[in-house]
């Protein structure tokens, strides 16, 4: 058994459920066959009571025995050396992983996830929706051409990109079959499924302690 | 002699010049002192010369006899391999570079640059503004109490958040003392300067074979 501790929040608001991001690390530890412990800080002052562990207040964070590592892609890319299922081991796959891999980070989400932050402020942006529709079709091109973006198979790359890809907002984001057909091929794979309940039934317990806990 | 060739662009306006992303892998090789060619595609039809190369039409990437990497978080990682010089061997020195690499390019870069594309159409967002002033103080309060992101010595993680920080808009954003620090120690290596003045060296080249071969 390993010792690998996935760090998330006690509770979160109904929203977020499904898509809070230990579910990248959830996912990836139930495709390579690595078992995992879930451990929690509290949702309510979130922003300063673990910054010893993340500086920037996020979740979610991994410790591994004396190892501790934050930000969710590092933490796919430090899971990855741990299974051919995550990042195939021959330094072609390996580098084409770790390229899409850096893409969905900083080429994808450094896009998606401003524009997706303005909108929520009520800022329909034109300019960031213009330069995220450009990388989008871009990408769109990719995918309509492979089935996996790195190595032919399914990799970490995948998982990522697929959970920032399957965003409600982005996926509504114009006409991309060929994205919307990836987005569904990767998040169909059961280890996905699987950490995703696993995730929103996480949440839907902590739900369900308040509501006992409430005086009545 | 290993066979590392950096691909960036022939020419690029006087503007960029000194701050394109090929600088981030010349300075790792500087800093690993791993011999690299430079080739170049050319700026004029950047967005669609290249893309069996580089999808999403930019520069740099990297070959390494059969290896071919892009996403210059990507290369750096790739080159990391290589020395002990850009990232510690040991398991909790290696997750700590890693981490650090991956928060500068999204946590810190996802804010900064689209910050700056608004910035630069005229755009002065107040909401980008915020998130970015947060962002970064979080990342002075670590500044202040460290030398180097990770594990107590300079690594690839530097030589990126440097890079990410140094872009004049951003480092005159706000007070931020230890990051200014900060910056200046990691871009006083000699590594840098060699990678920096190597670049503009080349697009001046560039510049000057461009006016000779003007028509009188």
Redesign the interface.
């Given at each position: 058994m390993s010792g690998l501790t996935i760090w998330t929040y006690d509770w979160v608001p109904e929203g977020p459920r499904g898509f809070v991001r230990d579910l990248r690390l959830r996912w990836a530890c139930e495709e390579a066959g690595l078992r995992y412990a879930v451990r929690t800080i509290a949702f309510e002052d979130r922003e300063t009571n673990h910054?010893a562990h993340q500086?920037?207040?996020?979740i979610p964070f991994l410790q591994d025995e004396?190892?501790?590592?934050?930000?969710s892609?590092?933490?796919l890319?430090?899971l990855a050396r741990k299974s051919d299922t995550l990042m195939p081991r021959d330094?072609?796959g390996e580098?084409?992983t770790?390229?899409w891999?850096?893409?969905a980070?900083?080429?994808i989400?450094?896009?998606t996830?401003?524009w997706w932050?303005?909108k929520v402020?009520g800022?329909e942006?034109a300019?960031?929706a213009g330069?995220m529709g450009k990388?989008l079709g871009?990408?769109e091109?990719?995918l309509s051409e492979r089935e996996w973006l790195a190595a032919g198979r399914f990799s970490v790359a995948d998982l990522l990109m697929a959970d920032v890809l399957r965003v409600s907002k982005v996926r509504a984001f114009g006409d991309r079959p060929a994205t919307e057909a990836y987005v569904k091929r990767v998040t169909d794979r059961a280890a996905f499924k699987k950490a995703q309940a696993a995730q929103i039934g996480h949440f839907e317990a902590a739900d369900r302690k308040r509501k006992e806990e409430r005086p009545h």
């Open positions: 910054l500086p920037f207040g996020q004396e190892v501790e590592i934050f930000e892609g590092a933490c890319l430090y330094s072609k580098a084409q770790l390229q891999t850096i893409a980070l900083n080429s989400e450094m896009v996830v401003p932050f303005l402020f800022d942006n300019d960031l330069w990388r871009q990408l091109r990719v």
